[in-house]
Every structure is written in C-alpha cells, then in structure tokens.
Nanobody, 126 residues
C-alpha cells in the first residue's frame, strides 16, 4: 500500500493551495484519512481527518476555518484545500490512512494510522 501526497509548493501569505492524496494497492473508501504536518523543528501535528464516507470531519485548532478536507471515493482521492495561508503553515504535509481510526476521538492519534505518504512541502512566504 502506498499513499502519495502532492500539490505542495511556494505560496505567499494569504494565498491558497490544494493538496491531493491518492492510494495505490488500497481503496481509500475503506479508511478514515487524515492530514498531518511537520514544520521545521516541530513535532508532527494533526491537521484534519475525514471518515470513510465523509460524514465525520475534524480539524486541528490552528487550521479550523481556513482548511477544508474532502474526499472523492470514486476517484480514490482525498484533498486538503488550504486558504488564508500563513508563514506558520510552512511544513511538510503528510496524508495518512488506516482502519483503526474508529471514531473522531482517534483522529489526532498518529499511532492509529497504518499507512503514510511521503509528504509534500508547503512553504508560505511572508
């Protein structure tokens, strides 16, 4: 199983980017899927997660109201639309999926995700 995240890049503060994540060897619709990020010198933190059918969504406090997670199971894709970007959003963004993320209470737990992508770098300039 391989996850691939892409869509990162350099953007000015206040700008927008859309990240995409796809899976090979596995159907995304079977798993809750999340986005995490790791900034320079920081721990990996929870960004957003979406349940298998999209019925439950959660966001980290620092991105709520600015980022939107969505999924298209027919295309085996999960997206992260990022708006009003700030320099502190600069990080490598990882998508993750797993069948042990049983409820929103588990969304922020990295140890519950079995599959991780390689990450895509987002750099926000001031």
């Amino acid at each position: 199983v391989q996850l691939q995240a892409y869509g990162g890049g350099l953007v000015q503060a206040g700008g927008s980017l859309r990240l995409s994540c796809t899976a090979s060897g596995r159907t995304f619709s079977a798993d809750t899927t999340g986005w995490f990020r790791q900034g320079p010198g920081k721990e990996r933190e929870f960004v957003a997660a979406i349940s298998r059918n999209g019925g439950n969504i959660a966001y980290g406090a620092s991105v709520k109201g600015r980022f939107t997670i969505s999924r298209d199971n027919a295309k085996n894709m999960v997206y992260l639309q990022m708006t009003s970007l700030k320099p502190e959003d600069t990080a490598v963004y990882y998508c993750a999926a797993g069948g042990r993320v049983y409820s929103p209470a588990y969304y922020q737990r990295r140890d519950r995700y079995d599959y991780w992508g390689q990450g895509t770098l987002v750099t926000v300039s001031s």
